[in-house]
Nanobody, 121 residues
């Protein structure tokens, strides 16, 4: 029903920047919000940032002031600008779409395949 394609991960030095993108495609859904989660080795998946269709963002405390989430509703795309990156930001970053599946209006989460972000000197 929904395919999420992520791009933009990679290796960056501490203090550097990266921009992640995630494009959603598919039919029969109405997106409520999109966002990013991350999972570091040996840790649980955690929220990074989300944004509603109306443009309201939500950030984890660990990334406030450093990361900015934005969206393009016309393209069903969400972006995550990551600045002042730290080694603790190293993780696989997953794109998420929170959506209604039509016509039954069943609410579901959809996930991308993940993109690796490594912050290291």
């Amino acid at each position: 029903q929904v395919q999420l394609v992520e791009s933009g991960g990679g290796l960056v030095q501490p203090g550097g920047s990266l921009r992640l993108s995630c494009a959603a495609s598919g039919s029969g859904i109405s997106i409520i919000a999109m966002g990013w989660y991350r999972q570091a080795p040996g840790k649980e998946r955690e929220l990074v940032a989300t944004i509603t269709r109306r443009g309201s963002p939500n950030y984890a405390d660990a990334v406030k002031g450093r990361f900015t989430i934005s969206g393009d509703n016309a393209k069903n795309t969400v972006y995550l600008q990551m600045n002042s990156l730290k080694p603790d930001d190293t993780a696989v970053y997953y794109c998420n779409a929170d959506a209604w599946v039509l016509p039954a209006f069943v609410r579901r989460d959809f996930w991308g395949q993940g993109t690796q972000v490594t912050v290291s000197s």
